[in-house]
């Protein structure tokens, strides 16, 4: 029955081709599908974020398809688990598809369907040694394991699906090789190879330009699934060279996800904030288009693709010489994205960190409270006193929005020092166009002269580091506070713009009241 999985997959990547034209087409008809961009977005359009419906469906028909006419293929108390906890995970993630949850409620509801999942008795419960054979029981600690496991390869898909077709490669790449795993271990071959026949099939329109992202939905669906399959491949819950294999194939997602972690801990920012500093966006930053950014990691990746083949085929005792191999390809990738210098001056970023800290700290309370402040003002002409007000308090010198109808100017006094410039258009230029400029300066302003030089007297913008991460910080609270106006009304903002609120809101703090009183800070243009 070696032509099954192939006709498997020939029927995933078929009912991908019809799927796909459907859910594009309703996309154009409807406004519910499109959920704007985050700042960290590096598509430029409005691309529909529903590509995990047509995945969906298309592993929910081959799963019925295999229970119906080959259960005896793999057992049919796992299918079912499989079924039913990967369509919980895409259900939660197809939820912050339309409305966005926050990071501390999606990952609640990841750890309980993995739960779930141990709760029907599927888990890692023992770890063997490939070198010596060695099987050492896990007890309790295995219901920990597996749920760590499970929720992060479901997070690990996601972060790496940041430019169009990454995730949708690796993905195929990687249910090629639990395809080969489980037709090997006698597992959830034909599951795995449907999966790649339709992911294959949804590279067509994801791939740079992308016309359709996975969105949430699919990047959870997908990732569970991938830790899902490598777990019960393993030999019945055994760690062994099924489980170590995707390790490779995910090397380079892996470091680039465990860096951002260190690096958001490090300065004080949420670890699950996203953020442009990731490896495809250095590539893109370095002049790469999208397509070769892609293609240069789908290369990477292939090498290592390659090493998970060999760990499966050795029985994982080639894993410690593998391992060495691919810390030092990622040491050499690591000299040509510029991480070299970063990772080997580990005591001066440590420091740098250390004193931007508290900066930063201060900088998302302001932000925090301008998003509040989105919900409360009846106008974007009301809020943007609010911005200029949050900038005021950062060290920003200059700032400057431009809306659909126009654009407001506000210049504070300058000090000597180099002048930095950040400018950015917000969710395609549908959030406006952000300009803040600020000067490099090692000496803190007393805050007794606060009015006089219109300058924060708890924060300094001393280093181009620091600047971009309060320009950012910035133009999110931004994006958080004009949101309504945005779901609301489905069109680009504009000073104009108000909402349905009573009109019985709160007047601005006096500091705000001082400063919108300030007729020459504030320079209507247009």
Request: glycine share 10%; aromatic share 10%.
């Amino acid at each position: 029955m070696s032509w099954l999985p192939w006709m498997i997959a020939l029927a995933g990547m078929g009912m991908v081709f019809l799927l796909t034209p459907l859910i594009l087409a309703y996309c154009r008809k409807s406004n519910l599908v499109h959920r704007s961009g985050d700042l960290h977005h590096t598509h430029t359009t409005t691309v529909p974020r529903l590509g995990g419906i047509a995945l969906a469906s298309a592993f929910g028909l081959i799963e019925l398809f295999i229970l119906l006419f080959f259960p005896d293929q793999t057992s049919p108390h796992d299918q079912w688990v499989l079924l039913g906890a990967s369509l919980a995970m895409f259900g939660l993630g197809f939820w912050d598809d339309l409305k966005p949850l926050g990071a501390k409620r999606k990952l609640l509801g990841q750890v309980l369907i993995a739960s779930l999942v141990c709760c029907f008795g599927i888990g890692i419960m023992s770890f063997k040694l490939p070198w010596s054979g060695q099987i050492i029981d896990l007890g309790n600690w295995g219901v920990v394991i597996t749920i760590v496991w499970l929720v992060s390869m479901t997070n690990l898909i996601n972060l790496i699906d940041g430019v169009d077709g990454l995730a949708t490669g690796i993905c195929l790449m990687l249910m090629a090789l639990l395809a080969y795993v489980g037709h090997q271990n006698g597992g959830f071959e034909l599951v795995a190879a449907g999966m790649a026949g339709a992911l294959l099939g949804f590279l067509r329109f994801n791939f740079p330009p992308a016309r359709i992202y996975l969105g949430d939905g699919g990047a959870y669906f997908l990732g569970f699934q991938i830790g899902f399959l490598s777990l019960v491949g393993s030999h019945k819950g055994t760690i062994a060279a099924a489980l170590v294999a995707p390790l490779f194939v995910l090397a380079l997602p892996i470091v680039d996800t465990v860096l951002a972690v260190f690096r958001r801990g490090l300065h004080g920012l949420p670890i699950f904030r996203p953020d442009r500093k990731h490896i495809h966006h250095r590539l893109l930053d370095m002049g790469f288009s999208r397509r070769k950014a892609v293609l240069s990691i789908y290369g990477i990746t292939m090498v290592f693709l390659l090493m998970g083949f060999l760990v499966f085929v050795s029985r994982g005792e080639l894993a410690p010489a593998l391992l060495g191999i691919t810390v030092l390809i990622l040491l050499l990738c690591a000299g040509k994205l510029n991480f070299s210098r970063e990772w080997f001056a580990v005591g001066r970023m440590l420091g740098n960190s250390l004193e931007m800290r508290q900066e930063i700290q201060y900088a998302l309370s302001l932000t925090h409270w301008l998003r509040l402040e989105g919900t409360r003002q009846t106008s974007i002409e009301g809020l943007w006193p609010d911005l200029v007000f949050v900038a005021q308090r950062l060290g920003f010198t200059s700032i400057s929005l431009t809306l659909s109808d126009g654009a407001r100017h506000w210049h504070g006094s300058e000090a000597s020092g180099e002048t930095l410039t950040w400018r950015q258009s917000l969710r395609s230029g549908h959030a406006g166009v952000l300009e803040l400029k600020a000067q490099t300066s090692s000496q803190k302003i007393d805050s007794a002269t606060l009015d006089e030089k219109s300058t924060s007297g708890f924060l300094t913008i001393s280093d181009p580091k620091l600047f971009d991460i309060l320009c950012e910080l910035v133009a999110e609270g931004w994006l958080k506070a004009t949101r309504t106006w945005e779901y609301s009304k489905h069109v680009p903002l504009s000073f104009n713009a108000s909402s349905k609120q009573s009109s019985k809101l709160r007047q601005p703090p006096s500091a705000l009241a001082r400063l919108t009183a300030t007729n020459d800070l504030l320079t209507p243009n247009g």
